[in-house]
């Protein structure tokens, strides 16, 4: 076998490994799709009311991020939400008390900065705000 014909052998096996190799990637990227797509909603050990003031305090909290809503109005907001969370008796205590308890820390991150005058602190706000995300399948 010349080199010529070794080589163009070599060729065809790259261009057609490389077909392969972009076939799988494109199956895995919409295995990955469909895996995600299929997460979220309220989980099933949620009841609905907790379900909803989650995600209700993290629409503030990205809304604050985003620069939509200032700090006061954000604090208030999260205050009222944590109320409400507080005063319900839910079906399933633990996951409440998971939604009730980041509402909290991320109310808790306007409270350091009443009486500190310093800045929230992104880093642990947006920490917060993922572990809620995670909480509620979000």
Same mark, same amino acid.
């Given at each position: 076998?010349?080199?010529?014909?070794l080589?163009?052998?070599? &060729? $065809? #096996? +790259? $261009?057609e490994?490389?077909?392969?190799k *972009?076939?799988? @990637?494109?199956?895995?990227?919409l295995c990955?799709g469909?895996t @995600?797509?299929?997460c979220g909603?309220?989980p099933? *050990?949620m009841d609905? $009311? +907790? #379900? &909803?003031?989650g995600k =209700?305090?993290v629409q @503030?909290? !990205?809304? #604050?991020? !985003?620069n939509k +809503? %200032?700090q006061n109005?954000?604090?208030k907001?999260? &205050?009222s939400l944590y109320?409400q969370?507080? %005063?319900y008796?839910p079906?399933?205590?633990?996951?409440?008390s998971?939604? $009730?308890?980041?509402v909290l820390l991320?109310?808790? =991150?306007? +409270?350091l900065?009443?009486?500190?005058?310093?800045? @929230? *602190?992104r880093?642990?706000?947006t920490?917060n705000l993922g572990?809620?995300?995670?909480?509620? *399948?979000?």
């Open positions: 076998m010349s080199v010529t014909a080589a163009m052998c070599l &060729d $065809k #096996y +790259t $261009k490994g490389a077909i392969m *972009n076939f799988l @990637v494109a199956l895995l990227v990955l469909f @995600v797509v299929g909603g309220k099933s *050990n609905q $009311k +907790t #379900y &909803d003031l =209700e305090a @503030v909290a !990205n809304d #604050y991020l !985003n +809503t %200032s109005d954000a604090y907001k999260l &205050d109320k969370l507080d %005063s008796i079906t399933n205590s633990t996951s409440h998971y939604v $009730k308890g980041y991320l109310r808790g =991150e306007f +409270t900065v009443m009486f500190s005058g310093e800045p @929230v *602190n880093d642990t706000f920490k572990q809620l995300k995670e909480i509620l *399948n979000m």
